[in-house]
C-alpha cells in the first residue's frame, strides 16, 4: 500500500528565506506527483503537477523536483512571503487519477 | 464561472441521522472525487466515479455511500454506520489531458461535518 510522508511537519521562517519541503513515497509506480496548497478552512489549489516520466517542474517562485527510484520529492520555495502561509500536500497519483496524500507541512512565513 | 461547488459549508447532524453532502462541477470532468480530512492529516478517498452510472469504493468507503446519475454531480451520503463522521469533506473532480495519468484535480471549498 502506498505511504507518503512529509517532512517537516511544520515550519516557520522569517520572510525572505529561500527553503524546502520534503515528501517521500514508499512505492515507486506512480503516474505523477502533485504539490497543492490549503489555507485554513478552505479547499486545495493545486501548484504543480510533475508526471512520472519528469524530473522537475517550476512556477514563478516555486521549482518541485521528483526522484522515483528513490521515492523523493522536494517542493522549493524561492524569497518567501508571508503571503505563502499555508499548509502544503504533497500527493502521488496512481491508477484511475487516484490520489494519496501526506500529512501536510504548516507553513508560517513572519515579516 | 467554471469550477466546482460544495454544500452546505456547514452541517450538523445527530447522531443516528443520515446526511447528504452536495458536489457539483460544471467543469465538463469525466472523474469525481470524496475525500475526508481530519485535522492535522491529509486527505484520505472515500469514493471516486470515473463515469456516469460508475463509482469505486476508496480507502475508507465503509458507512459512505455514492450516486453518480449526472456528469456535474456526485453527492455524498454519511450513514448512520458511519462511526465518527465528524470530518472535513473534500469534492474534486479531474480530466484526463490525454497523457496516462495526467489528471489535475481540482478541489471544491468543502463541507464541515459536525455530529452533536
Known amino acids: 500500500k502506498q505511504e507518503v510522508t512529509q517532512i517537516p511537519a511544520a515550519l516557520s521562517v522569517p520572510e525572505g528565506e529561500n527553503l524546502v519541503l520534503n515528501c517521500s513515497f514508499t512505492?515507486?509506480?506512480?503516474?505523477?506527483l502533485q504539490w497543492f496548497r490549503q489555507d485554513p478552512g478552505k479547499g486545495l489549489t493545486s501548484l504543480l503537477l510533475i508526471q512520472s516520466s519528469q524530473r522537475e517542474q517550476t512556477s514563478g517562485r516555486l521549482n518541485a523536483s521528483l526522484d522515483k527510484s528513490s521515492g523523493r520529492s522536494t517542493l522549493y520555495i524561492a524569497a518567501s512571503q508571508p503571503g505563502d502561509s499555508a499548509t502544503y500536500l504533497c500527493?502521488?497519483?496512481?491508477?484511475?487519477?487516484?490520489?494519496?496524500f501526506g500529512q501536510g507541512t504548516i507553513l508560517t512565513v513572519h515579516p | 464561472d467554471g469550477g466546482i461547488t460544495q454544500s452546505p459549508k456547514y452541517l450538523f447532524r445527530k447522531e443516528g441521522q443520515n446526511v447528504t453532502l452536495s458536489c457539483e462541477q460544471n467543469?465538463?470532468?469525466?472523474?469525481m472525487y470524496w475525500y475526508r480530512q481530519d485535522p492535522g492529516q491529509g486527505l484520505r478517498l472515500i469514493y471516486y466515479s470515473q463515469i456516469v452510472n460508475d463509482f469505486q469504493k476508496g480507502d475508507i468507503a465503509e458507512g459512505y455511500s455514492v450516486s453518480r446519475e449526472k456528469k456535474e454531480s456526485f453527492p455524498l451520503t454519511v450513514t448512520s454506520a458511519q462511526k465518527n463522521p465528524t470530518a472535513f469533506y473534500l469534492c474534486?473532480?479531474?480530466?484526463?489531458?490525454?497523457?496516462?495519468?495526467?489528471?489535475?484535480?481540482?478541489f471544491g471549498p468543502g463541507t464541515r461535518l459536525t455530529v452533536l
Open positions: 467543469l465538463n470532468h469525466d472523474a
Open positions: 500527493a502521488v497519483g496512481t491508477s484511475y487519477g487516484k490520489l494519496t
Open positions: 474534486a473532480s479531474s480530466i484526463d489531458l490525454g497523457l496516462a495519468g495526467v489528471r489535475t484535480q481540482y
Open positions: 512505492d515507486s509506480a506512480i503516474y505523477n
